[in-house]
């Protein structure tokens, strides 16, 4: 009797082991879910369909590298959306492991603990993979919280046959703001004699090109810094500049119609500017290059860069695996080469921007073989700095241009700096 009982203790023992293992077994066989987090279109504001292709082929190799891993994401996401999306995952605990962030997200993100720290994950290569300031958009207080996926540099686009026909040649690289300000002042004119003004130097060049010029900053030491030298610099010369129209406004479709030398305007901007209302190469009758933008020196770094990132969830239990996704996504060569072809970004990698495909890319294009050259497109990224500081929200920027674009128009600068100071640091409590 003791030993039936005893078999049947150890009968009971070997059963429950081999439910167990059986169970852990078929868990083990179950696939590992990877959640991405992506909002469908342009992270530029500008027309596409075509935004998915680098995003597929990425999943499709890391699930085929990682037999035991499916990579899911929600599709039909609006950009504009996507914020409100994201808070939504975040609150609910359902974070999505690895997710796109821009910069004015990113650092909101960081301090509240969201992001996982990268530094402990990254080494010397995967920085020197990416532009420098492509890399900085993903830091935070020295910490990495995010690895670039594309970024957006603002170019000078030039009307070559109005500078052709007033004797004027096309600036070079390293040209300097009064050398634009000279240029402009000699094109502003009366062409048909009627009294009314009716070709201008520039359009569009804004408070935010001309400060990145002069090497300027909102802030400095983590203070808002309005009422600096190389701020009260900035807003002086495009003041300057804007009373060469004479308190004409003038647009884009100015340049549109030829009448219009200079149009700072992003690289999306540029490759979608094809189709209504992007028209000018199909429906307009000049030539046009590209060219870096103005600065006060040669060494200042003038061009205002936006670049878009992936981030890691502080809670994701696969961080070995979303690191890995990260790092295809940003760093494989066929994924950005395909992400500079079909999106309309630029790729945050030197190695692809250089290579013959983009070379060819650029050289297919529209606007014509020497209109913009992926090597000046490279020496644009090396002289590029963050469009925007990663503390300040898009609606307080959008404040910000309001205020002082009023400030222009009123020509009331000087006055106005400590008082917009005042305001936009009530608004945003800014400290150190």
């Known amino acids: 009797m003791k030993l039936n009982r005893k078999h049947l203790c150890w009968g009971i023992v070997l059963l429950f082991v081999l439910s167990v293992s059986t169970g852990f077994y078929w868990w083990k066989q179950q696939p590992i879910v990877l959640h991405i987090g992506v909002y469908a279109g342009s992270s ?63 650092s909101l993100l960081a301090a509240r603990g969201v992001l996982e720290k990268l530094n402990g994950y990254m080494n010397q290569e995967d920085q020197a993979a990416f532009y420098p300031v492509a890399f900085e958009s993903g830091v935070y207080q020295g910490q990495s919280y995010a690895l670039p996926y594309e970024s957006n540099p603002i170019l000078m686009c030039v009307n070559k046959d109005l500078l052709d026909k007033e004797g004027i040649e096309v600036p070079k690289e390293g040209w300097s703001l009064e ?21 201008f130097g520039s359009t569009e060049y804004t408070w935010k090109e001309a400060l990145a010029a002069n090497g300027g900053s909102l802030f400095q030491g983590g203070m808002l810094k309005l009422t ?57 009758n000049f030539t046009w290059t590209c060219i870096p933008m103005p600065a006060k020196s040669k060494t200042t770094k003038a061009t205002l860069v936006t670049t878009t990132s992936f981030a890691m969830s502080a809670r994701t239990p696969h961080s070995k695996l979303a690191w890995e996704l990260m790092q295809l996504l940003t760093e494989d060569p ?19 921007v250089q290579s013959q495909s983009s070379k060819d890319l650029l050289q297919v294009d529209d606007f014509g073989t020497d209109s913009l050259t992926n090597q000046t497109l490279n020496r644009i990224m090396e002289q590029a700095v963050e469009s925007s500081p990663k503390n ?41």
């Open 179 to 199: 050398e634009f300000h000279t240029i402009c002042k000699k094109l502003t004119k009366d062409t048909n004699g009627d009294g009314q003004l009716d070709q």
């Open 334 to 352: 066929e994924i950005q080469q395909l992400l500079f072809a079909q999106s309309q970004g630029i790729s945050v990698m030197p190695q692809v």
């Open 44 to 106: 530029w504001d500008v027309p596409t369909s075509q935004r998915s292709h680098a995003l597929d082929l990425a999943i499709q190799k890391f699930e085929k590298s990682h037999p035991n891993v499916r990579v899911e994401y929600e599709n039909g996401i609006p950009q504009s959306d996507y914020s409100d999306w994201l808070s939504e995952k975040i609150v609910s605990g359902k974070t999505p492991d690895v997710f796109m962030v821009s910069e004015q997200d990113l």
């Open 228 to 284: 600096a030298p190389e701020v009260k610099e900035s807003l002086t010369f495009l003041q300057k500049l804007e009373e060469l129209n004479k308190n004409y406004k003038v647009s884009s479709k100015d340049f549109d119609q030829g009448k219009v030398a200079f149009y700072p305007m992003t690289l999306a901007q540029y490759r979608t500017y094809k189709p209504y209302p992007y028209h000018v190469s199909k429906y307009s």
């Open 392 to 432: 300040v929200s898009k609606e307080m920027l959008e404040k910000l241009d309001y205020l002082i674009g009023n400030a222009l128009r009123d020509q009331d600068v000087e006055n106005r700096l400590p008082q917009i100071q005042r305001e936009i640091e009530s608004s945003l409590q800014v400290g150190v």
